[in-house]
Every structure is written in C-alpha cells, then in structure tokens.
C-alpha cells in the first residue's frame, strides 16, 4: 500500500506563496503521474494541476496555470488570491493510464489533504 501526506499549507495574504509537498511513503513502483487537486467549501474537488513523471509532461487548470508550477514531490503556488482557498490534495498512480491526467478517477492513492486559506 502507498500512503500520501501533504504538508505546507497554511494561511497566507493575496499576493502570496505557498509551497506544498507531498510525501510518499509505502510499496511504491515505478511511478507513473502525480496531480495535485482541491476542494473549496462547497464546491467539488477539482482539478489543479498533474506530472507525468514517465514523459515530464505538465498540465494545469486555467485558474492557475502562469500561477502554480508542479514538479515531482511539490507544487509552488503563487500570486494567491482568495478563491484559491481550499483543502489541497495530492494524488498519485503507479500504472499507466491512458486518458487525462485531469481526471480524479485515473488515481489510486490520494493523502488527507492540506488547507490553504488566503486572506484578501
């Protein structure tokens, strides 16, 4: 089994950054694609951004995309602005899969995620 814990967030002013990580820990293989993706009150998780580590391949959602840089263990976020405020969850899969990258049901493992409050 593989286990996710992300770490980092916090409470931060627009404008802001945050760097956060996310550790693996577990039976782990060659690894395939980690995304990065969050839950704001309300609303339903979505998309953030994900790393094929097999091509370097990136990709992001358009609210963050120029903003946030995702790289193997971590995903930088700057110029924060309120709405980016929500629970953060790191996910990763260890086989191949074959459709987007954007797509929650593509990952077996998720952590418990972080919240990242940003104050206006």
């Known amino acids: 089994q593989v286990q996710l814990v992300e770490s980092g967030g916090g409470l931060v002013q627009a404008g802001g950054s945050l760097r956060l990580s996310c550790a693996a820990s577990?039976?782990?293989?060659?690894?395939?694609?980690m995304g990065w993706f969050r839950r704001a009150p309300g609303k339903e998780r979505e998309f953030v951004a994900a790393l094929s580590w097999r091509t370097g391949s990136t990709y992001y959602a358009d609210s963050v995309k120029g903003r946030f840089t995702i790289s193997r263990d971590n995903i930088q976020m700057n110029s924060l602005k309120p709405e980016d405020t929500a629970v953060y969850y790191c996910a990763a899969t260890y086989r191949v899969v074959t459709g987007s990258l954007a797509d929650q049901l593509q990952y077996d493992y998720w952590g418990q995620g972080t919240q990242v409050t940003v104050s206006s």
């Open positions: 577990g039976r782990i293989f060659s690894n395939y694609a």
